[in-house]
């Protein structure tokens, strides 16, 4: 194996190829519905208003409303191919971005592959969700930050990254702060001009919802198990966009070879350093962790092939799993947004919901997003910002499902004016043993209650009511 084919004319081309492969096999495979961003989003921009009448039974919409603006004027055509366009876009601003700071095309090239088959890239990219945009303006800020003669134009994306999504905005500005501070003394200026843009505009806005609202609520329910950190932040592990394991690896050959060579900035490894702690606590900063590290790990590779090996044989060895190792990861990301809710099951039942005269439904936080879809309101979903009681409903919640008590659950479904109770598989494995439990037993024994959908694991049963 040679390295030198990344020294080729055609390189860039050749990975462009590749990146468009990967992003095409989720949408061709499982289409746009991966996850709740989608519906969510869709629904937003078919009917948008500041007002959501069917989310908590109708609340005030204090979404990242930006990502549903760019759906208006054609939901269903764009959150298909929009995610695919902005990823090609992404890409060549990758590839512009990498050509100031690098020279050496190998590790220009490189790089830009990694990056291309992360499972950050990949998932942003496949799919339209909360970070789609946020990380395409993200790049774009950035590649506008460092052209001279277009760097006014951040100033709208200033305006247009917090209400995408905040805590992509809060990693860019950090990330520009960096940038700014150690190597780019002479944009201070324009630093300060986009920084007081997206804050003053997020201050305006939150403090209107604030003042709407007449309370800030952003409850979280109880996370279950033991938090493993390497779990949230390693893919391999579970992180559903972290840093793929040979990643890792090699960027830490890459480190240690840049250190002995003096090679390091204080910008890129302070950057690296703050977005691997911020992670802890902002899974968002994978996304720019996972960029950084890609460039180390392309170095680290490079490092590792130019060493003078004993048997060419098995140097080409070592490499040729190294890189299968990062395409691995990149398989993986397809295959698990592939698997990923919502299934065939789902849909089907979703649409079944859809025909059914609009009523409350009341189902798992997750399931929420899904019941608005299909033109239902829903007690409670998991947009908790701001939203009307969400700890008294998720505490409603548990006592209905838990208590095999007749009046109890009675009157919390009268008292959200409840018709519709969604049951599906993930909910009978998480939350009781058997079907006599709580709600199960409830549903099964007592009149009041006949299904009306029973599909692959999926029941709809509808409340009767003497009233």
Known sequence: MNLQLFTKWYAKYLIFGIMLLFLLIVPILKGPWVGTDPFLYHRLASDFSFYDSLSYGGRIAAYSFVNALFLIPAPTFLITVLPYILGIISFFLLSKIL???????????????????????????????????????????????LNKKFKYYLLPIALLLPFCNPKIALCFYIFLFLYTFFIKKDRKSLFIYSLLISSISLLIYYSLIFFLTGSFTNFSPPLEGQFLFFSKVLFDLGSAYGLGLFVVILSLFGAINSWSKKYSSPFYFLSIGIFLLMSFFITEALVF??????????????????????????????????????????????????????????????????????????SSPTNGVWINFAGHKSVIDDNYLFAPNPEERYNDLNNLYYYRDLTNSTNILTKYNIKYIWIDQEMRENLWESDTEGLLFILQYTKNYYTMYNRNGIQIWRVNRDD
């Open 289 to 362: 962790l996972s960029i950084l590290l890609a460039i180390l790990a392309a170095l680290g590779l490079i490092k590792l092939f130019d060493i003078h090996w004993s048997s060419y044989q098995y140097k080409s060895f070592i490499t040729l799993i190294l890189l299968l190792g990062l395409i691995f990861s990149s398989i993986s990301q397809v295959n698990h947004l592939i698997d990923s809710m919502p299934d065939k099951e789902t849909l089907e039942a979703i649409e079944y919901l859809s025909t059914l005269e609009s009523s409350v439904v009341i």
């Open 99 to 145: 050509s100031i700071f690098i020279e050496d095309l190998r590790w220009r090239n490189l790089s830009l592959l990694i990056i291309s088959l992360s499972p950050a890239f990949i998932y942003v990219f496949s799919f339209y969700n909360s970070l789609t945009l946020a990380i395409f303006f993200s790049i774009l800020g950035f590649y506008l930050y």
